[in-house]
């Protein structure tokens, strides 16, 4: 006898069904997994057989061919266990599924019959809805995640003999309630802590209601790296639509959990600058997503700059720009999302302090020239916002002044900003400024004659490219959002030309 049992299956961050095909027959006692089964899923036979003896069933003494289709594609990882269990006692007539025909399972089982979680459950959900799936059998722990793919009926399991009382009618299970946001606080440093450098905290605002990237530049102990800390304080809310993408990637990691299975606040990721270009963009020998996927909707913050593997920055030009990663292999293409904030910090120099009033810098001209070649031009074009971060005084570190803004005062401006822009660009358009088109930069950044005046003459004598013309416009734009202005005046432009990078970069 063959039984069909509907799964899931995990490519990339993409959900797919997947059928287990149970089938008994005469012969010698043997079980055999087919369908391109990684070691996890070919170890499944013992999880199994285990499983269904410690659950009180009888274990088949015949020939069991278990196909995993669509048999071209790799499956891996312990999802299958519990479809292949329901596909074995069905088969044997030990488990009722004519009431299931629209069910899909998932799920890895303990020797003893418990059921433990899995990872890329919300990926798996949306997939079965899409598939006209209506009900999902899950991992009890892995429930408050697979409900919120709306409009499936989630059966949390904890264990075999539960789920066959449930088939059977003895005792159904009750399907999970929805899982409901809740209010997390706003916790960590704040902008208040931070003595001085008000261009940098404005310009650290900014970016974060425009979602521009930005780079700061400034020698040891100016303050770059604790005010990066500070900006997931002010940044703006996730929407419900960001906060399910960033979930994905992070039930694909395993980094999800039952008391908190979505995402609630932007991720912020500081990579080592040791990274490899596989940490960085993703890859394996089993694909899985990186550090600029796991910033998805968030930040992504690389301290000292300069100090990372060439090859593992130039992975980032095309993210950049297309908002995904695309990952080719020899058995495919993954792609994976990556529309996040880059946020950079770095020293003018190698020894750190070039140009410092103290005179401290030992490096030669050609030290320092070949320090900063490590970046190069494409990547620093597609930065946003350049902006220089000096050393305080000690009068400013010292002195008694009022304390600066709180995060939260600046957050409310930004979320403020950045409710201007989702009006104006509506729930099909770009999330932010940094994200318009020609389109939108045609419709959205119309300049009157003295901004005109001003770019042209902007253009000329910075030497600006296409790509740093629509930059300048795109910041120009968030500006005169923070300000409540409806176009763009002079001082809009005048204030985003100031993040142009400096010289010394440009050179």
């Known amino acids: 006898m063959v039984c069909n049992v509907t799964s899931l299956g995990l490519y990339g961050v993409a959900g797919y069904p997947v059928s287990a095909e149970c089938a008994l027959s005469g012969g010698l006692p043997a079980f055999d997994v087919v369908g391109l089964p990684d070691a996890a899923v070919k170890e499944a036979r013992e999880r199994v057989r285990s499983a269904i003896k410690s659950s009180g069933f009888d274990f ?7 196909n995993l289709a669509p048999a071209g594609r790799r499956k891996a990882g312990t999802v299958y266990d519990l479809p292949i269990l329901v596909g074995i006692l069905t088969a044997g007539g030990q488990l009722p599924l004519e009431r299931e025909r629209d069910s899909a399972f998932l799920g890895e089982l303990s020797l003893d019959g418990r059921l433990r979680p899995v990872p890329g459950v919300l990926p798996m959900a949306v997939a ?10 899950v991992p009890a722990d892995n429930a408050p995640e697979a409900t919120l793919a709306d409009g499936l009926e989630v059966i949390p399991v904890r264990t075999v003999e539960e789920l066959a009382a449930h088939l059977t009618g003895e005792a159904p299970i009750s399907p999970a309630p929805a899982w409901r946001k809740e209010a997390v606080p706003i916790q960590g440093p704040d902008f208040s802590e931070v003595k001085g450098q008000e261009h940098a ?3 650290l605002e900014v970016a974060a209601a425009g979602g521009h990237h930005i780079l700061m530049t400034g020698s040891p102990g100016s303050g770059k790296s604790m005010m990066a800390k500070r900006l997931p304080g002010i940044l703006p809310d996730l929407t419900r639509a ?59 913050f690389l301290d000292e700059l300069p100090e990372f593997h060439s090859d593992v920055l130039e992975v980032l030009r095309q993210p950049l720009e297309d908002g995904q990663a695309q990952i080719s292999r020899v058995s ?44 190069s031009g494409p990547l620093l074009d597609r930065i946003d916002i350049c902006v220089d971060v000096p050393s305080l005084g000690y009068d400013e570190l010292s002195g008694n002044a009022s304390p600066a803004e709180s995060s939260e005062v600046i957050r409310a401006r930004v979320n403020a900003a950045r409710a201007v822009q989702t009006a104006r660009y509506g729930p099909d358009g770009p999330a932010c400024n940094a994200q318009m088109g020609p389109r939108e ?67």
Not at 257 to 286: L, N, W, Y
Not at 342 to 368: D, F, I
């Open 60 to 66: 088949p003494v015949s020939r069991i061919t278990v």
């Open 441 to 507: 930069l045609r419709d959205y950044t119309k300049l009157d004659g003295g901004c005109r005046e001003l770019i042209r003459g902007a253009y000329q004598r910075l030497g600006l490219t296409a790509r740093g013309y629509d930059r300048i416009l795109r910041v120009a734009r968030t500006i005169a959002d923070l300000d409540g202005a409806e176009n763009i005046a002079v001082h809009h432009l005048a204030e985003a030309l100031q993040y142009r990078p400096p010289e010394h970069l440009r050179a």
């Open 128 to 137: 079965a809805r899409r598939a006209g799936i209506t009900r999902l059998f």
């Open 332 to 375: 495919g293409s993954v792609t994976y999302p990556s529309r996040f904030m880059l946020v950079c910090a770095m020293n003018p120099c190698k020894c750190g302090w070039y140009g410092h009033p103290s005179g401290r810098c030992s490096c030669t001209e050609q030290a320092v020239r070949r320090y900063l070649s490590r970046l």
């Open 242 to 300: 960001e906060a399910l993408a960033c979930t994905e990637v992070y039930s694909v990691m395993g980094l999800t959990s039952k008391e908190h299975p979505m995402v609630a606040r932007r991720p912020f990721r500081s990579p080592h600058h040791t990274i490899s270009a596989a940490g960085m963009a993703g890859g394996g020998p089993v694909p899985r997503p990186g550090e600029i996927s796991l910033a998805h909707n968030g930040v992504l």
């Open 201 to 203: 905290k404005r310009a």
